[in-house]
């Protein structure tokens, strides 16, 4: 349904190493980087996340009510991509758990990276 997905960085170095923490438990790796942009994928895969220090030399921001959910296949890698988010100094918006009101499956956890974007980690799979 999409091609990618683009949040923005102030600092890209740092960007790496809390996404490589945090992509690590869904298989995700560099699939691209420059000194401007940083791609995630699947191995052997196209990036499909990027992380960017805006192209108008501005400094990035979140979108209020703005979220990227990524995909997990089990709910223990959402576990795993919450603490590691938290362990490079991301901020909790909502640990993991059950949140019934979405589906009877939906397993998420939320948080926000080093410069404020809302991210979700989520699986539709039962245990």
């Given at each position: 349904m999409y091609s990618h997905t683009t949040?923005?960085?102030n600092d890209l170095a740092r960007a790496s190493g809390f996404y490589d923490a945090v992509l690590a438990p869904l298989g995700l790796e560099v699939r691209f980087s420059d000194e401007s942009i940083i791609g995630w994928g699947l191995?052997?895969?196209?990036?499909?996340f990027l992380v960017v220090h805006p192209f108008d030399g501005?400094?990035?921001?979140?979108?209020n009510g703005s979220m990227i959910a990524l995909l997990a296949s089990k709910r223990s890698l959402v576990d795993a991509c919450y603490a590691a988010a938290l362990e490079q100094g991301?901020?909790?918006e909502g640990g993991p758990g059950l949140r019934p009101h979405y589906h009877r499956n939906y397993y998420g956890a939320y948080f926000r990276d080093?410069?404020?974007?809302?991210i979700c980690i989520v699986s539709h799979h039962t245990e």
């Open positions: 949040i923005g960085a191995p052997g895969g196209r990036p499909q501005r400094d990035p921001s979140p979108g991301g901020t909790d080093l410069d404020g974007n809302k």
